[in-house]
Nanobody
Framework: QVQLVESGGGLVQPGGSLRLSCAASGSIFSINAMGWYRQAPGKERELVAAITSGGSTNYADSVKGRFTISRDNAKNTVYLQMNSLKPEDTAVYYC???????????????WGQGTQVTVSS
């Protein structure tokens, strides 16, 4: 069974910082892209940041210059450093990974359970 486990969410004041982590484990052959999505109340889930196995990144316009995505391939872990947080960043943040399971040639996408980030004064 493939599992993605997020950690690092919590409550912070505007202007504060958090670092989210997501570790993939289980019957994994290889991981291609990994990313972070978020969903705020009343809004659709949106891509926040993504990173390929080679290190190429892309970000939502709303977080450029404030968030940084990175990964440790040896640990099957992706991180999201969030600085200068705003109330608008409040959401459940979900980790996503495109990966191949053992004995499979197909890349499928898997989700973590989500971690709450609340930015409030």
């Amino acid at each position: 069974q493939v599992q993605l486990v997020e950690s690092g969410g919590g409550l912070v004041q505007p202007g504060g910082s958090l670092r989210l982590s997501c570790a993939a484990s289980g019957s994994i052959f290889s991981i291609n892209a990994m990313g972070w999505y978020r969903q705020a109340p009343g809004k659709e889930r949106e891509l926040v940041a993504a990173i390929t196995s080679g290190g190429s990144t892309n970000y939502a316009d709303s977080v450029k210059g404030r968030f940084t995505i990175s990964r440790d391939n040896a640990k099957n872990t992706v991180y999201l450093q969030m600085n200068s947080l705003k109330p608008e960043d409040t959401a459940v943040y979900y980790c996503n990974a495109g990966l191949r399971k053992l004995l499979s040639t197909q890349i499928n996408y898997y989700w973590g359970q989500g971690t709450q980030v609340t930015v409030s004064s």
